[in-house]
């Protein structure tokens, strides 16, 4: 018999650049708050993985990426800051997921998008 595998849906986490850093001892609180979150969702069999990711980066642009800048997005005032997958029944399900995200109430923007699984290459 086949396992039916759960969708899964990629939270992308968007801060904004503006204002200052946390102190270290607010980054430790906000970083247990994180894995608090994350925890119970393993807990729960809804986490499948995450991942910080660094501020340094490039990005491609045009035919064959013939313009590359530094990234991620300098023009923009947001950064993505990681991301995390889930699994959830559907979209509905996934969002209120989302909604546990401790960033929330500090101003990260978290979007919601299904993963759409490819063939096997």
Same mark, same amino acid.
């Given at each position: 018999m086949t396992k039916i595998e759960k969708p899964q849906f990629l939270l992308v986490f968007r801060h904004s650049q503006e204002g200052p850093d946390p102190t270290p001892e607010e980054m430790q609180q906000i970083f247990g708050r994180w894995m608090d979150w994350m925890k119970g969702m393993k807990s729960r069999g809804q986490f499948v993985g995450a991942d910080r990711l !660094? !501020? #340094? &980066? $490039?990005?491609?642009?045009?035919?064959? &990426?013939? #313009?590359?800048?530094?990234?991620?997005?300098?023009? @923009? $005032?947001?950064?993505? &800051?990681?991301?995390?997958?889930? #699994?959830?029944?559907?979209?509905?399900?996934?969002? =209120?997921i989302a909604r546990g995200c401790p960033g929330l109430d500090g101003g #990260?923007?978290? =979007?919601?998008?299904?993963? =759409? @699984?490819?063939p096997p290459i």
């Open positions: !660094e !501020e #340094t &980066g $490039k990005v491609l642009r045009g035919p064959r &990426g013939a #313009t590359v800048t530094d990234g991620p997005f300098v023009e @923009s $005032k947001e950064v993505m &800051g990681g991301y995390v997958i889930v #699994t959830a029944d559907d979209l509905a399900q996934a969002t =209120e #990260t923007i978290v =979007e919601v998008r299904p993963i =759409e @699984s490819l």
